[in-house]
Structure formats: C-alpha cells, structure tokens
C-alpha cells in the first residue's frame, strides 16, 4: 500500500476515542468521511462496505433523506424542548409509536440517550417497582456472563465482560449476581439458528442464584435474548421460556437488553416477539432511529409504569430522566426511522434474507483458523483460533486487514462479527462474506 493514513491533516491528539486502541489508530488512523447507503468512504477516498451496520445502528442504511428531512423539519419547528415538566408532540409520537411495535402489554416508554443508559433506566425502574410494591427489600440484580449492557456503573456492574470491569472491580454495584452464559463449544459448535443444548442453563437462577440469596430478596434478571458484543450467542432452545417461566413464578423482574436485536436484527420488531417470550421491560437504542441521534430507552409492562406512578404522593414520581430524554431531533428521526422501517418492511426482509445470510456465515466452516460459526437473524459471529498467548491478538489484525481490503468488520477478542444493514443486497452480503474468506486466507 503506497497510502500514508497518518497524513490525514488533522491533530488527532485531542480525542481521546472510546473502546479504542489509541496510539494504534493514532499511528494508523482509519478516517471515514462519507457515508451512503451500505458503504462508507475512507479519507482516502475508498468505499467501505459497511459490514456492522455501523456499530449494529444503521438498519435502513445510511444518509436516509426521509430522516434527514424530519430532523431538519423538526430542527425548524423545535429544536429543543426541556423534558422536565414539559412536553413535545415527537416524543409522545415516538413513544406510541415504539409501544405499538412491543409485545402486547408493553406499552409505557422511558426515554434515554443510549443503551447504557437504557440498561442502567431499566434497573432503576426494577428497585423503584419493588419498593411501590412494599418489596423493598428486592434489590439483588441479576446479570449474565459475557453479557454486555453498557457501560455505566448498573450496566456495567451486571454485565459479564471482565476486561470492561476489571479497571473499575472495586467499585461496582455490590448486590449484584451473575447467570452462567449460555455458549458451550462442545455441545453447540456449528449450530444454525438456536442450538439444542443449554436450555437447563437457565434453570441456574432458581437451583443457585435463588438458593443462595432467596428469590424475596431478587429485583430483577437482565439478559441479552441474543448476546452481541461478545460474539453472537444464540440462547438455547427453551432456554429463554424457561428463564421466564422461572422469573414469574418468583416474582422477578425480567429486562431483556435489545439494544441490539431490537429493530429488525433479528427479522421481527424485537427478539422477544421472535422467541415468542415476552418480558417484563426492553430496553433499546441504536436501531429506533437508525442511529441518526443518540437515543435509547426502556418499555416497560403497563402495570409496571403504573404502579410506581399511580401510586405515588402528588409530584414527581419517579427522580430519574435526563436532559435529552425524549430529545426533539431524536425522536423525530425515530418517527421517520419507523415509517422507513414499516414501509420498506425491512424487519420481514431480514427475515427472508436469513436463509443466505446463515448459509454464506456457514460456508465458511473449514477456513483456517475458524473454531466456529453462530447466525441468528442477519447477525453472525465468527470464532478464530487466537494467537497463542495473546488473545484478542488476531481478531484485531483481522478487522484491520477487513478495512485494508475495503469492509468495516467489527471483532471482539477473537470473534467477527458480521451484522449488515437490513437493506443490503444479496450481492453485498455475499461481498461482506468473501472478503472475510479473504481475510482468514491472509491473516498471519
Ligand atoms: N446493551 C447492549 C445489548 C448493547 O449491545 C449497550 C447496551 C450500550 O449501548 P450504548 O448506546 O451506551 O453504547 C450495547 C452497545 C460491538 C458493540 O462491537 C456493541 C455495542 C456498542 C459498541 C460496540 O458489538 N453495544
């Protein structure tokens, strides 16, 4: 390559960039500066194809006019409304709009910025229910391994992704335990779809998390339906019902985290509408306005909201919320990103597309280095063999020779993972997937 990236004409000292190798970039920096439908072009003036949906955001593709135009519109009427103690139409629109895409029942809608936020709202609300309910004594949060729920002090603290906690070990929330996750090499190598084994796996939470600390003393359990960031974990058949059957019989809360799968990743509305299994709260984020402004939130069952609401003194009844809650430009991009959704009806051509998607991921078993192969919706996850001794190593050199090659592939550790937006052809899905045949053929 006779490029010099370093020369980009920028200082790059001064952004401290988030989840990234600094001085790495730094050295070698990966600018892009334009974006159109599934591509994105580099500073140097290449098409990226856009493998990750930006980071698992972008379902209808990116620079979307119709989006544009209600941020532009809605910039125009009403830039900026205070969300405390008052209120704008986008926001009720796009709440109604977002309860009427839920699980029947969940229908009462907290906004936030983020998915962290998102995850950390939904815990909040969890205490806060047990304590209108005279519960208040349920304060234990129950969280997975290699769950990723942000990165905020709940979120982090239920998540399971010890290089995101070890940093911070000392200070996480303190009553908090942690479900075993649901991947086993052994027992699920190559599965396509939900793999047969692993649904007794959920049945931890009443033999060991409720044997040790009582289920009276338990708010709530928080899982991913479909784990992302830590490599595509497809929950077992029956695993998900059987959480559920056991969370209700104990009078447990159960938050599913759809940050990801929420929004057409996995060829429905939400995971849960997928899986047939209806929690307790969502959370979401990054596909609910297709990731044009920041935002996220929590739907929660009606009687939820109306528990810690109606039956509250006058006045404020829950003390939480941020300044852009609700923000006028996110949710206006929200109303259009839904309409985009609804009339492209990108959420059933995910689903028609899964098929291919989960054939070409497969494909893929026997190239060097492979260990394993997950698909679920158009999300797939790739294991390579790490580097002896230095984990992480070779899922890293992978995602820079991808971008070298022309594709955005995200890695975490030694997994690909391969998330395109729900508008992709055949073609770019079928490119996406040769240039990480690509990759594995030249990859050290
Ligand atoms: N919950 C889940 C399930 C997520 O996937 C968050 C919460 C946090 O969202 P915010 O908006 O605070 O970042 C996420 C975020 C990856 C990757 O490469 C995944 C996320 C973020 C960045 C990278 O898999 N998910």
Not at 98 to 115: K, Y
Not at 164 to 190: C, G, I, M, W
Not at 322 to 349: M, N, V
Request: with cysteine; aromatic share 8%.
């Amino acid at each position: 390559m006779d490029r010099h990236p370093a020369d980009t004409g920028l200082d790059l000292r001064h952004q401290w960039m988030p989840f990234t190798a600094n001085r790495s970039f730094k050295a070698a920096p990966r600018l892009l500066v334009g974006a159109k439908g599934v591509f994105y072009r580099s500073a140097d003036g290449r098409e990226i194809i856009d493998s990750l949906s930006g980071l698992w955001c972008v379902p209808a593709g990116h620079a979307r006019q119709e989006i544009k135009q209600a941020i532009v519109r809605q910039f125009d009427e009403l830039d900026f409304a205070p969300p405390f103690q008052t209120g704008h139409p986008a926001a009720f629109e796009a709440a109604s709009r977002i309860a009427s895409l839920m699980p029947a029942g969940l229908n009462r809608v907290f906004f936030t910025n983020s998915g962290s936020e998102a995850a950390d709202t939904s815990l909040k609300i969890a205490l806060a229910y047990h304590r209108a309910r005279g519960e208040p004594q349920r304060t234990l949060l129950v969280g997975r391994m290699r769950g990723y729920h942000g990165v905020n002090f709940g979120g982090m603290s239920v998540g399971g992704m010890p290089a995101n906690r070890k940093a911070f070990a000392a200070n996480l929330l303190p009553r908090v335990d942690h479900l075993p996750h649901t991947y086993s090499r052994e027992h699920q190598a190559y599965s396509r779809g939900q793999p047969d084994w692993g649904a007794h796996l959920a049945d931890y939470l009443e033999t060991n998390i409720i044997a040790l600390h009582d289920a009276s003393n338990i708010a709530a359990v928080i899982v991913e339906p479909v784990a992302g960031s830590t490599g595509v974990l497809v929950p077992p058949k029956g695993y998900l019902e059987r959480l559920r059957d056991i969370c209700t019989r104990h009078g447990i809360l159960l938050i599913f985290d759809e940050v990801i799968t929420g929004f057409g990743r996995v060829g429905a509305a939400t995971a849960a509408e997928r899986f047939g299994v209806t929690p307790d709260a969502i959370t979401f984020a990054k596909g609910v306005n297709n990731g044009m402004v920041p935002m996220g939130g929590v739907v929660v069952r009606q009687d939820v909201h109306d528990t810690i609401v109606n039956d509250s003194p006058p006045g404020i009844e829950f003390f939480h919320g941020y300044t852009y809650s609700g923000h006028p430009l996110a949710t206006a991009a929200a109303c259009a990103a839904l309409d985009l959704y609804e009339k492209e009806a990108l959420f059933a051509r995910a689903r028609e597309l899964e098929g291919h998607f989960q054939d070409l991921a497969h494909a893929l078993k026997g190239e060097r280095l492979v260990q394993d192969i997950r698909s679920f919706g158009l999300a797939a996850g790739i294991d390579l063999e790490p580097r002896p001794g230095v984990p992480g190593a070779r899922g890293f050199e992978a995602a820079l020779c991808a971008f070298e090659l022309g594709m955005w592939l995200r890695t975490s550790g030694d997994t690909l993972a391969i998330a395109p937006p729900l508008v992709a052809e055949r073609a770019h899905i079928e490119r996406m997937f040769e240039t990480v045949r690509k990759v594995l053929k030249t990859l050290p």
